[in-house]
């Protein structure tokens, strides 16, 4: 996987991982359990967004390698497979 091709997953990734730090924190220290649901839910959101733009951006390096006279590493239905085995 080419940082490059994923590159606005990787910033979803990152919001993700400080919204769950935030989380933590805030279960840790006794917090209100409302918000901390809230952004729970926000990390999930976050995370499958993520994925969908990792996948997204696999089926696109699948093609781009097709186009180039060359075998992807993965055809978009192993992609496809392997994400929703893991959602």
Excluded: N, Y
């Excluded at 990734?13 to 730090?21: D, M, N, T, V, Y």
């Excluded at 696109?60 to 060359?70: E, K, L, P, T, Y």
């Amino acid at each position: 996987m080419k940082p490059e091709l994923v590159g606005d997953a990787l910033t979803r990734l990152r919001r993700a991982q400080g919204q769950l730090a935030g989380v933590i924190e805030s279960i840790e220290e006794g917090g209100d359990c409302a918000q901390a649901l809230t952004q729970l839910a926000a990390v999930s959101r976050a995370l499958d967004r993520a994925g969908f733009k990792i996948v997204a951006s696999g089926m696109r390096h699948c093609q781009q390698a097709r186009d180039d006279g060359d075998e992807p590493e993965m055809t978009e239905q192993e992609l496809e497979r392997l994400f929703l085995a893991l959602a």
